[in-house]
């Protein structure tokens, strides 16, 4: 069973908020040729965009150590079932970056930051499509 913390439903859009500016900062760090800044804030953005949605449908936001673990949560919403698929392996191709991002000496090239984008945009698109506008 997987970590959740109860959040009031209404509090998702703080969590839409922090995904903007992560996502606002990703495109900023790119930009700047900070890719390893920008992979970071894209794995960020996606983090407090799934979030957002599990909070808004389910009143929980995931609270464990893994953060893949969230899938477990989207999975459980009555949502389409081919697209969340598809939503949910765009999230896990940027999460999956996660332990290279930030604790491993590699660092992030600019294809692999750009891959990262391109992967958060959709997602964080969805994230907003399904969400009430706020």
Known sequence: MIKTRNVSKELYKNYVLKAKEHFQAMNIEFERGNYN???????????????????????????????EDVVQLLESLEIEREVLK????QLLNVLNAKNSVEYEEKLTSQNGALEMIKQTERFFDWVKDILPAN
């Open 37 to 67: 800044s920008s992979a970071l804030c894209a794995i960020h953005c996606c983090i407090s965009g799934a979030d957002a949605v599990t909070i808004f449908f389910k009143g929980v936001r995931h609270a464990g150590d893994r953060h």
């Open 86 to 89: 598809h939503k949910v392996r």
